[in-house]
């Protein structure tokens, strides 16, 4: 598929997280997806490993229950969000706190309509690293993380370039086991 005519500097600087505007409607064909992906695929990993896979979601049940289990979190996170924001009001910047409400807003939109986007695509590290006694636990987080990071990156970059927009979402880590 045919990508946006845009630079490095434009397409590193203009990809956003997209929660607001994504277009609910308008379907997004798997061979987009795959052609995204296998841009991913290319990005750098630790020791040349990939200990990570994506899944790509696109059956309505399934994405509502990812939905509904985000949703929860989600409501959990905004009341603590909120309860922080009143006691920081005393001093806050104006324009900090209409900045903070913005994402907010946008981040509840996303929440509430997450079961409407096209296609999730789901990055999933492989193994567990709960098991790995300090400080080696610490090393194979990161190494998973800094590994797979940059492969969600090169997504987002690559579904940007194809007029794609995309959010990078972890609300749902700490359910991840009902959402796998």
Known sequence: MATLPLGPDELLT??????????????????????????????????????????????PAVKERIAALYRELFRGYLGERRRAERRAEAGADPEEARQLERVLDSASHLAENLHRVPVLVVP?????????????????????????????????????????GTVLTTLHLAREEEVA
Request: charged residues 25%; glycine residues 6%.
């Open 14 to 59: 203009t990809t956003r997280a997209v929660r607001r505007r994504l277009d609910l409607e308008r379907p997004v064909p798997l061979e987009l997806v795959r052609e995204c992906l296998e841009v991913a695929l290319q990005a750098p990993t630790g020791t040349n490993a990939q200990g990570w896979h994506f899944v790509v979601v696109t059956e």
């Open 124 to 164: 999933c590290i492989e193994g567990r690293v709960d098991e790995v006694a300090p400080p080696r636990a610490s090393i194979a987080r990161a190494s998973l993380y800094g590994s797979i990071l940059p492969a969600v990156w090169s997504f987002m970059l690559a579904a940007r370039a194809r007029g794609l």
